[in-house]
């Protein structure tokens, strides 16, 4: 049985960098589609980013270009590499795994503000 946990989110000024990890424990999630979702108050959990387990990847429009999914295998972690954040970009961050299209589990968060 998987268990994810987020990490790495933090206070940072518009235009910052941030990157979180997902590190993984109780099996590999080398073959796991990985996602990165993020929800602010108010709104839907978004998809932002995803990474296949040939590391094909694939992002939401609003952030393309700044924002970076990868994942190390043999650290068991997947990274979300956010830079140029916004306010907008203000949300908790989560990861998830799925085998076969189906959830299998989600971390629990990890918080992310970019204020002055």
């Known amino acids: 049985q998987v268990q994810l946990v987020e990490s790495g989110g933090g206070l940072v000024q518009p235009g910052g960098s941030l990157r979180l990890s997902c590190a993984a424990s109780?099996?590999?999630?080398?073959?796991?589609?990985m996602n990165w979702y993020r929800q602010a108050p108010g709104t839907r959990r978004e998809l932002v980013a995803h990474?296949?387990?040939?590391?094909?990847?694939n992002y939401v429009d609003s952030v393309k270009g700044r924002f970076t999914i990868s994942r190390d295998n043999a650290k068991n972690t997947v990274y979300l590499q956010m830079n140029s954040l916004k306010p907008e970009d203000t949300a908790v961050y989560y990861c998830?795994?799925?085998?076969?299209?189906?959830?299998?589990?989600w971390g629990q968060g990890t918080q992310v503000t970019v204020s002055t």
């Open positions: 998830n795994a799925i085998d076969a299209g189906i959830v299998i589990a």
């Open positions: 109780g099996s590999s999630i080398s073959i796991y589609r």
């Open positions: 990474i296949t387990a040939g590391s094909i990847t």
